[in-house]
């Protein structure tokens, strides 16, 4: 064994042991505070937002105006219909797209009525029934009412229906005199589809099918070298993805966007530019607009 080479593992041995001492003091046996460890990232709470959020916002001037002919419109259950699931990750997509609809609807301004989680409301309503809650002095129970519960104009029917993965992907990589570089470049899409169904008579008045493509890249670069017969073996990289569950998200704020713009015969160069208008459904504008008023 040469010189150099023992110098290397010895320098390699005291580095390695410095280091083991360095973490063996960051563990504290007994913390003062309770916590064994202080969680990292202090990143503000922002709104949840979307390219489409700002436009149904501004949809609530146009909404507003027709006060006396606004419907109530409800959400169902907006399923997941892809059927991409693993048992290491689970469900490939948000189960809460209803809950994403009800925001969008929220960010519009339109009169909602709740569908989705009735589990408290019929609780009480058979607590009332039994007549075991008291709401005031005034009363010992609480009365039920004939009519009470307000009812729905249209509700949002559908789900994701597809997820595609690696619909299109470009790989480069290359290795010269030792060094490694590589990029990867892929998309993917999602479908979703929704319609509008008018509650009383089970009409379905609107039908959206949309699907956006969700970009993804990665770079990497890498060396090998022997020094002093030892190898030196260095990588780095940089990998970035659209999230899969903000595109749902969009693509729903899309669909209700473009469904209450038919809705209220609001023109959607109005709130949205002209160059990204949503494309207009053809054919039920006009009965939309006549059964709302």
């Given at each position: 064994?040469s010189?150099?080479s023992r110098?290397g593992?010895?320098?390699a ?6 280091l083991v001492l360095?973490?063996m003091?960051?563990i ?6 309770g916590n064994?460890a202080?969680?990292?990232?202090s990143?503000?709470v922002?709104?949840?937002?979307t390219?489409f959020?700002?436009?149904?916002r501004?949809?609530r ?7 006396a002919?606004?419907?109530t ?10 059927g ?5 990750m ?6 809460g ?6 925001s969008a609807?929220?960010?519009a301004?339109v009169?909602q009525?709740?569908?989705f989680?009735t ?5 009480e ?8 809650i008291g709401?005031?002095s005034?009363s010992p129970?609480?009365?039920i009412?004939?009519g009470?519960?307000?009812g729905?104009?249209?509700?949002i029917?559908?789900?994701v229906?597809e997820?595609n993965?690696?619909i299109?992907s470009?790989s480069?990589e290359?290795?010269?005199s030792g060094y ?5 470049f ?5 479908g ?5 169904v008018?509650t009383q008579?089970l009409?379905?008045?609107n039908v959206m099918?949309?699907?956006k ?5 990665e770079?990497?670069?890498g060396?090998i070298?022997?020094?002093g017969?030892?190898?030196i073996d260095?990588n ?12 749902v ?5 899309r669909s209700?966007f473009d469904m ?8 959607t ?6 160059q990204?208008a949503?494309?207009?459904?053809r ?6 607009s006549?059964a709302v008023?």
């Amino acid at each position: 064994m040469s010189r150099d080479s023992r110098k290397g593992r010895r320098l390699a041995g005291f580095l390695l042991s410095a280091l083991v001492l360095s973490l063996m003091a960051c563990i504290t046996p007994m913390p003062e505070n309770g916590n064994y460890a202080e969680p990292i990232g202090s990143s503000a709470v922002t709104l949840n937002t979307t390219v489409f959020s700002e436009p149904l916002r501004c949809l609530r001037g146009g909404i507003q105006q027709n006060a006396a002919l606004r419907p109530t419109v409800t959400v169902g259950r907006l399923l997941d219909y892809t059927g991409k699931y693993s048992q290491a990750m689970g469900n490939d997509i948000t189960q809460g797209a209803t809950l994403m609809a009800i925001s969008a609807l929220g960010k519009a301004g339109v009169p909602q009525v709740e569908r989705f989680d009735t589990s408290i409301a019929e609780a009480e309503l058979k607590f009332a029934n039994n007549k075991l809650i008291g709401d005031s002095s005034t009363s010992p129970y609480r009365k039920i009412y004939s009519g009470s519960i307000r009812g729905s104009d249209y509700y949002i029917a559908g789900g994701v229906t597809e997820l595609n993965y690696n619909i299109r992907s470009i790989s480069l990589e290359g290795i010269l005199s030792g060094y490694l570089l590589g990029v990867r470049f892929y998309v993917l899409n999602i479908g979703l589809d929704l319609r509008l169904v008018k509650t009383q008579t089970l009409e379905v008045v609107n039908v959206m099918s949309l699907q956006k493509q969700v970009i993804g890249r990665e770079y990497r670069g890498g060396f090998i070298d022997f020094i002093g017969g030892g190898m030196i073996d260095g990588n780095a990289g940089h990998r970035a993805q659209e999230p899969i569950q903000l595109a749902v998200r969009t693509l729903i704020e899309r669909s209700v966007f473009d469904m209450l713009t038919e809705l209220y015969s609001i023109p959607t160069d109005k709130c949205f530019p002209e160059q990204e208008a949503p494309t207009r459904p053809r054919g039920w504008a006009e009965d939309a607009s006549a059964a709302v008023q």
